[in-house]
């Protein structure tokens, strides 16, 4: 059985980077930055985020993280593999964050953990919040009374962003990893990956090692050159 004070994937989890300031929400997920700045003093106890992969449930989770000092995030996604028993003892958090939700949802064990996190969260007067890649209403429960708490929280779509602020995201990337990225190659990369987050994000990584690599620029023209296109 996994002891109960394994800590390692924790402490790799949470990225500096991941801040409130650095997401850009656009104008259909500025209510949702706006909640989750305050959420670790609002009234509410839980709250539920869902949204489609590379929507940035991660970052904001993090971000809120790194907001309470008092806090612990979970990726369940990564977790998984270490069994249920991780979560024992984890529940006096004042703030617990679970990311993946789904990937756990719908196995017994797991959701019996969950349930004792959440009753003790309310019991104690702690806050959690979750991120689902799925909808609340599209998770398969094997546990009712699971379900029936997280019909407590407060829920939100995080919308995918319009194209400008993928762009002045994607812009803001390159400009950490100390790339120059213009607005027409931004354009260009994600007229081919618009829906694709990580793969978008990968291929940047890619570029950056091939421009660094031959000293060029990012042009379209060694874009195509290097990606075929």
């Known amino acids: 059985m996994?002891?109960?004070?394994?800590?390692?994937?924790?402490?790799?989890?949470?990225?500096?980077?991941?801040d409130f300031a650095s997401f850009l929400a656009g104008a259909a997920n500025a209510p949702l930055l706006a909640y989750l700045q305050a959420f670790p003093v609002n009234q509410d106890a839980f709250c539920l985020l869902w949204g489609q992969q590379g929507s940035g449930?991660?970052?904001?989770?993090?971000?809120?993280?790194?907001?309470?000092?008092?806090?612990?995030?979970?990726p369940l996604e990564q977790l998984r593999g270490y069994g249920p028993e991780v979560l024992q003892g984890l529940a006096g958090h004042e703030l617990l964050v679970l990311d993946d939700l789904d990937a756990v949802v719908g196995q017994l064990a797991w959701e019996e953990c969950l349930f004792q996190i959440f009753?003790?969260?309310?019991?104690?007067?702690?806050k959690l919040c979750c991120a689902?890649?799925?909808?609340?209403?599209?998770?398969s429960f094997a546990l009712p009374d699971l379900r029936s708490r997280l019909q407590l929280a407060l829920t939100f779509e995080?919308?995918?962003?319009d194209p400008a602020t993928r762009a002045a995201l994607l812009q803001q990337v390159a400009r950490r990893r100390g790339m120059e990225l213009k607005d027409e190659v931004a354009d260009y990369l994600l007229s081919r990956h618009q829906r694709d987050w990580p793969a978008l994000l990968a291929l940047l990584d890619q570029l950056d090692h091939s421009s660094l690599a031959q000293q060029r620029r990012l042009?379209?023209?060694f874009i195509k050159e290097q990606l075929g296109w």
């Open 2 to 18: 996994m002891s109960v004070s394994f800590q390692y994937p924790f402490a790799f989890s949470v990225r500096e980077n991941y």
């Open 57 to 74: 449930k991660t970052h904001l989770l993090q971000a809120l993280c790194q907001a309470q000092a008092q806090s612990l995030y979970l």
């Open 119 to 126: 009753d003790t969260a309310l019991r104690e007067r702690r």
């Open 132 to 139: 689902s890649t799925l909808a609340p209403a599209a998770l």
């Open 158 to 161: 995080l919308r995918p962003a």
């Open 219 to 221: 042009t379209i023209p």
